[in-house]
Each structure stands twice: as C-alpha cells, then as structure tokens.
C-alpha cells in the first residue's frame, strides 16, 4: 500500500517537471531566444504529432515490434546461456571468457555487418537489440543462479529430487529477482539496439524518421519521433518495474 | 513407525587443503531408532560437520557411518532435515512449502493434504496453510520447516542449531513444541545445538563435542521423565548436569 502510494506521489513529482520543463522551453521558443531549426517550439512538435498521428503510430508499432522481438530473443538466449555456464564446468571455462571477451566490443560497431549479412529487413535489426540486451539478462541470470542459499541447496541435496525438478522449483525461482532485474535493463538496450539498427538501414520506424529528418533538417519531426521514444522507453519500464514488484512482493530480503 | 538408528565407528573427516583441518576425529555412537540426541559443543568442534556427514552432505575420510543398515553414501533415503534458518521457499505458501518433500519423492500430493494438516494442527499453525512465510514469525517459520522435514514420516530427523535465531522466550516455547511433537511422532532425531539447557531439556542423550580435534568427550544419558516442563530447568538435578558439562568445556581450553 505504502510503496503504491509513494510511486504514484514519485510519478506526481516527475509530471509536475516535466510540465514545468515543457512550460519553459515554449517560453524561450516563442521569445525568439533560439531559432526553430535548432529548437522547435514544443507546440509545434504536438502539432506535428497530432496531424500525422496515425503514419507516427505505424512507424512506432514497427519499433516497438523489433524491440520485443529483439528482447525476447534476448530473454531465452540469455537465460539459456547463464543456465549452461552455471551447470556446466566444462561450458563456464572454455565460453565464458568468450562471451566476455564479446561483450566487450561495442556493438553498434558490428551493425553495418549484420546489414551485409541478413540485408535491410526486421532480422539484422532484432539481432542488434539481441545482441546489445543478451548481456544483461546473462550476467544477472548466472548471478541469481550462484547466489542460491546453501541451504536450499543441501536441502534439495537432501530431498533427492531430480536436478530439472530441483532447478524449476528451487533454483529458477529463488534467482527469480535476480533474473527480472537483469530484463528491466535489457528491455532498455533492446530499444536502444532497434534505434542503431534503424539507423544503419532502414525504410520504417522511428529511427529511421530521425535520419531521414536530419537529412532534411526536419527538426520538429526528430523530436515528434524523441518524444514518442521517450514515452515507448518509460512505459516498457514501468511494465517491468511492475513484474518486478510482482515478484519481490511477498520475498523476505535474501540474505 | 519408521526410525533408523545411527551408527558411527571411530569416523573422520579432515578437511584437504594445505592447512589441514581435523574436523572429526575418531567418532564413535550408537544411536538408537527412535532415540532423541542432542549434540552439544562450542563453535568449530565439529558438531555440525557430524550432522551433514549423517546426512551425507559431506564425506567421511575415515571409519563406517551407517544410517539403519545401509553405509552412508550420499544423502540417504527418507531422513528430515532442518536447517538454522528455515530454508523456507517464500515464493510458496506454507502448505506448498511442506509438500516440497513429496513433490521430489514422485508421490502424490493428493494423498499427503491429511498428513500436512495433521502435522500443522500438531505446531499450532492450522490457520496459516495458505500463508507465505514472510507472514509468519521467526518461530513459526522454524515450525512449518519442521513439518516440512517430517511430512513423509522420515526414518531420521536430523536439526542443525533450528532455535538458534530465535529469541530466548521463543526459543523456550519451541523447546517445550519440539518436546512434544517428538513425542507423537518418535523419529531418531538429532539436534544440534550449543545451548547446554536445551541440550539437556530435550535429550535422552547429550553428546559433548569439544574442538581440535573435533571429537565426542562425553555421551551422558539424561534420566528426566517426560514431558518435562520447562521449570524443570530450576531442579538441582538438572543444574548439576549443567555444571558438568560446562566444567567439560573449560576443561577444553588451553
């Protein structure tokens, strides 16, 4: 009760600034301190908006579907990965330092590749965001699954389940937190990897607007298409943010 | 009834490394199916590394262990444990977290929901089936994870320190509990502690560990008729129990 309503007074606060930012930045636009080019008016970027509202929601469907796609993938790779690096020995000495040493080169250096390979459609670019979120989801999955209580280990020892039975019903769950954590960021760098593929190549999508944009110094557009990413960003962390509470609700802090 | 008995002769168990330790030296009991022993020592004598190789959480590096007639390899069939800190999954209610035994032995859950309410009627937590832990007590969390060691009637209930975070006037209460349910149920049960009055209230056995090397200085049967109430704590008999084993510890230091 307390944490809902102390989030929704957080939410108040964050309006409240917005609104008083948004307030300010018209000001300084219809005084003529900046010109529209650089800095259009926000009223006109609501303008734009509201008179291409359905071509704006088309190309934003089409983000937001390479970014779930891109997410997704992430999710079960991810989790599939950490599960084998944490169970096998054999797996954690020889790829572990592999996937580290990959995570190590930025990855928008590697989007021009995945144009040569899979061409200008959907798949390179959910396999940017794959591959720019899949790290995060590694690192907190194979965290949550080491940071298992030993108790609960010498207590599935103990019991004699099978291993698949004790990992569904002890160790997934118990790393759990950890494991929705880890998806809270790489739902963020799902989004940020769609944008850098729509950049590279692209016929559709916000990123894609915003080249386009630029090439025409279309500056009302690229912030008609920020203000829509900005919301995408903050909703599908709020979603998140609210399995998260899901989970945690209920769990004594561990350890 | 289902009890094993317990059989260690001269076990060890050192621990490898370069620094060798000597965690168990030269063990040797008997314990009887259905008897209730209470293993007592300070920190580090090797008390709770005794309890995980009965359970075979740990391996024996010398001597015969045996729970009934088997040799221990590997935690053995059917035995209970309990830990310090409950051990409870809080992602299930307490009913779901008893069952948990049952689930990993393939058994039907449908033929164990009886069984789970007994065993909540008989720790007084007959309202709290559909609870999750976190709205429990300290104390009656300690008590649904001892119904989860005892719902598929274990031949050995092994209790590593189980009041130990509790608070004295709990733990007080948790002993005359713990008396009780031992008393329906009689499984072997082995219950380690380093408290020496509660060592002494619910054993028919103390055995007195003491550190480097670990090792059993003394098995003393306690003759107390049961039940025994707490105030029998106050008796003279007992206070001379507890000034013999504390007289065994200082005895212990160099």
Redesign the interface.
């Known amino acids: 009760m307390n944490a809902m309503m102390s989030s929704a007074k957080n939410f108040m606060h964050g309006m409240i600034s917005l609104i008083v930012l948004i307030f300010l930045w018209e000001m300084v636009c219809r005084a003529g301190l900046v010109a529209p080019i650089i800095l259009p008016a926000p009223s006109d970027v609501f303008v734009e908006l509201f008179n291409e509202a359905g071509w704006y929601a088309s190309q934003a469907w089409y983000t937001l579907l390479i970014t779930l796609a891109g997410f997704a993938c992430a999710v079960v790779g991810g989790v599939l990965i950490a599960v084998a690096l944490v169970s096998s020995r054999f797996f954690e000495r020889y790829f572990y330092p592999l996937i580290i040493a990959f995570n190590s080169i930025p990855k928008v250096a590697l989007a021009p590749l995945f144009v040569i390979w899979l061409g200008t459609g959907s798949e390179p670019k959910i396999l940017i965001a794959f591959m720019i979120a899949v790290f995060a989801v590694i690192i907190d999955t194979v965290h949550g699954l080491r940071s298992v ?1 030993p ?2 280990i ?9 291993p698949l ?2 990992f569904l ?2 160790k997934l ?2 790393a ?1 937190p950890s494991i929705v954590a880890g998806l809270k960021v790489a739902l963020s760098l799902a989004l940020v990897g769609t944008i850098v593929g729509e950049f590279v190549s692209s016929q559709k999508g916000l990123g894609y607007i915003i080249m386009s944009a630029q090439g025409s110094f279309d500056t009302v557009r690229v912030f008609a298409s920020l203000s829509i990413l900005a919301l995408m960003g903050v909703v599908l962390y709020g979603v998140l943010a609210w399995v998260e509470s899901k989970v945690i609700a ?3 802090a ?1 350890n | 009834m289902n009890a094993a008995g317990v059989v260690a002769e001269s076990i060890s168990k050192r621990y490898g490394g370069t620094r060798q330790t000597q965690a168990l030296q030269d063990v040797s009991v008997s314990i009887q199916p259905g008897q209730f022993v209470s293993i007592l020592g300070p920190s580090g004598c090797g008390k709770s590394t005794f309890l995980r190789c009965v359970a075979g959480l740990e391996r024996i590096t010398d001597g015969s262990l045996r729970v009934g007639k088997d040799p221990v390899a590997g935690p053995p069939d059917n035995i209970g444990m309990v830990f310090q800190r409950d051990a409870l999954l809080e992602w299930r209610t307490i009913r779901n977290n008893i069952l948990l035994p049952i689930e990993f032995a393939g058994k039907s859950r449908e033929n164990y929901q009886h069984r789970v309410d007994a065993l909540l009627r008989l720790t007084g937590l007959s309202g709290f089936a559909d609870s999750y832990p976190h709205e429990l007590s300290g104390g009656m969390r300690q008590r649904a994870s001892i119904c989860r060691a005892l719902v598929d009637d274990p031949r050995l209930l092994l209790m590593d320190e189980p009041f130990g975070a509790l608070d004295a006037l709990t733990r007080d209460q948790m002993n005359v509990e713990m008396q009780r349910i031992w008393m329906e149920t009689r499984n072997t049960t082995l219950f380690v502690t380093h408290g020496i009055a509660e060592a002494i209230f619910l054993g028919d056995v103390v055995l007195v560990f003491c550190p480097r090397p670990g090792r059993i200085v003394e098995a003393i049967p306690i003759e107390f008729p049961r039940p025994r109430p707490l105030e029998i704590r106050e008796s003279p008999e007992f206070g001379r129990l507890v000034t013999h084993i504390r007289g065994l510890f200082e005895g212990m230091e160099h």
């Open positions: 209580p108790d609960l010498d207590l599935g020892r103990v019991l004699k389940g099978s039975s004790f019903k002890v769950p118990s759990l209920g769990r004594r561990q």
